[in-house]
Structures are given as C-alpha cells and as structure tokens.
C-alpha cells in the first residue's frame, strides 16, 4: 500500500484547511483497514489526530473532535482530513499512517508540510 499526502501547503487563520491521502495498492474501504492521520508539530512530537475505517466509522482525538473531520473519496480511493479555524499551532507536517488489522501491517506517507500563517 502506497500513501500520497497533498495539501496546500500554506493556510490563512482561521481558514480550513483540507489535505487528501491518495492510495495506491489496496482499496481504501476493504474492513480490516484503518486511514489515520497523524501530525508532528515543529520541535514537538507525534500527535495522532483520528481515524476511519474501511467500513467508515471515524474516531477523533479528544482534542480536536470539535474542529476535526475524516472522510473517504471510494472514486478516487482518498482519504480526506479537513480541521477548521486553524491557528498558527497547527503548523505541522501532517501524515496518512494505514493499519491493515488483519496482518498488523502498516505503511506511512511521507508527509506534507502545512504552515498557518497570515
């Protein structure tokens, strides 16, 4: 499984703002996978924001539930993030991470950088 993460790279306050995974090799609604989306703001560590799974059941990190939503493109076989009112704190490099748990196998994008900046 291939991940692809796009994005728009630089984002306004208080904009939304919207990234895609693009997959390659699987299927994204086959059951036993999961899509998340994880994040590593600058000089900090790993934040997983949520999930969905290939049966389109999402979960939310706590934090962020309130601005945070995952969605599937089954057309374009995307996975989609759009979080609302960003700030300059979620200035981060944003990841697609894919869980297969039936093999416990997983595979990461290699990430898209986002800066919210007026």
């Known amino acids: 499984v291939q991940l692809q993460e796009s994005g728009p790279g630089l984002v306004k306050p208080s904009q939304t703002l919207s990234l895609t995974c693009t997959v390659s090799?699987?299927?994204?609604?086959?059951?036993?996978?999961?899509w998340n989306w994880l994040r590593q703001p600058p000089g900090k560590g790993l934040e997983w924001m949520g999930v969905?799974?290939?049966?389109?059941?999402?979960w939310y990190s706590p934090s962020l539930k309130n601005r945070l939503s995952i969605s599937m493109d089954t057309s374009k076989n995307q996975v989609t993030l759009q979080l609302l009112s960003v700030t300059p704190e979620d200035t981060a490099v944003y990841y697609c991470?894919?869980?297969?748990?039936?093999?416990?196998?997983?595979?990461w994008g290699r990430g898209t950088q986002v800066t919210v900046s007026s």
């Open positions: 991470w894919h869980w297969n748990s039936a093999t416990d196998r997983i595979s």
């Open positions: 090799g699987a299927s994204i609604r086959t059951e036993t996978y999961f």
């Open positions: 969905i799974s290939g049966s389109g059941s999402a």
